[in-house]
Nanobody, 128 residues
Framework: QVQLAESGGGLVQAGGSLRLSCVASGRTGSVGGMGWFRQAPGKERECVAAINRGGTSTYYADSVKGRFTLSRDNPKSTVYLQMNGLKPEDTAVYSC?????????????????????WGQGTQVTVSS
């Protein structure tokens, strides 16, 4: 089993920055692609960024491209989501997700059902 713990959420003014962290524990050697999802009230959960096992390939939703940066530090079993230029529409609960590693898996993944492990989520609120 793998456990994920997010941190770094909070309240920030529009234009500000936050860095979210997600630390994996347990069988971290079995973790493949990872991603950050967000869900605002009344909306579906969406993938904002995803990264492959090696950290060499990333995906960003159009709405965050150029503002968010996803990275991972495998020795620390941690992924980071640097969020700059935050907007009120970025307000949501942000959750970290991890996919169980399979052989020769070099991809990132964007769909909720492609992930096996989820963190509890951290609230990000951007005031105007």
């Amino acid at each position: 089993q793998v456990q994920l713990a997010e941190s770094g959420g909070g309240l920030v003014q529009a234009g500000g920055s936050l860095r979210l962290s997600c630390v994996a524990s347990g069988r971290t050697g079995s973790v493949g692609g990872m991603g950050w999802f967000r869900q605002a009230p009344g909306k579906e959960r969406e993938c904002v960024a995803a990264i492959n096992r090696g950290g060499t390939s990333t995906y960003y939703a159009d709405s965050v491209k150029g503002r968010f940066t996803l990275s991972r530090d495998n020795p620390k079993s941690t992924v980071y989501l640097q969020m700059n230029g935050l907007k009120p529409e970025d307000t949501a609960v942000y959750s970290c997700a991890a996919r169980r590693l399979t052989s020769y898996d070099t991809n990132y993944y964007r769909l909720v059902n492609q992930y096996d492990y989820w963190g509890q989520g951290t609230q990000v609120t951007v005031s105007s």
